[in-house]
C-alpha cells in the first residue's frame, strides 16, 4: 500500500486549502481512513478520519472548519480545510488503517501546510 499525499503550502489565515491522500489502487479490508497532524515537539494527533462505513471523526479543534471525504471510487482520500488559522499550522499524514486482526498502518509522506497570521 502506497499513500501519497499532497496540496500543502502556505495559506493566509481565514483562507481554504485542500489536501489529497491517492492510495496505490483499491485496498481491501479498510477500517478507516483518516489524516493526522504534527508539529515539532508535539505527538502526531487525529485531525479527521473516516470509517469504511462513512461515518466521519473530527478533532475538537476543526470541526465545523474541516471536511473529511473519498472519492476517485474510493481511491482518494480529500481533507478540505477552511477558515484556516495559525494553529493549524502542521506537517499532516494521510492514513490506512486495516480491519482486525491485520491492524496494520500506512502512512503516507507529510505534507506541510503553513497558515500566516
Known amino acids: 500500500v502506497q499513500l501519497q499525499a499532497s496540496g500543502g503550502g502556505l495559506v493566509q489565515a481565514g483562507g481554504s486549502r485542500k489536501l489529497l491522500c491517492t492510495t496505490s489502487?483499491?485496498?481491501?479490508?479498510?477500517?478507516?481512513m483518516g489524516w493526522y497532524r504534527q508539529v515539532p515537539g508535539k505527538q502526531r494527533e487525529l485531525v479527521a478520519r473516516i470509517i469504511a462505513d462513512g461515518t466521519t471523526d473530527y478533532a475538537d479543534s476543526v470541526k465545523g472548519r474541516f471536511t473529511i471525504y473519498r472519492e476517485g471510487g474510493g481511491t482518494v482520500m480529500v481533507l478540505q480545510m477552511d477558515s484556516l488559522k495559525a494553529e493549524d499550522t502542521a506537517v499532516y499524514y494521510c492514513?490506512?488503517?486495516?480491519?482486525?486482526?491485520?491492524?496494520?498502518?500506512?502512512w503516507g509522506h507529510g505534507t506541510l501546510v503553513t497558515v500566516s497570521s
Open positions: 489502487g483499491s485496498i481491501r479490508n479498510i477500517n478507516d
Open positions: 492514513n490506512v488503517h486495516l480491519l482486525p486482526p491485520d491492524n496494520t498502518h500506512y
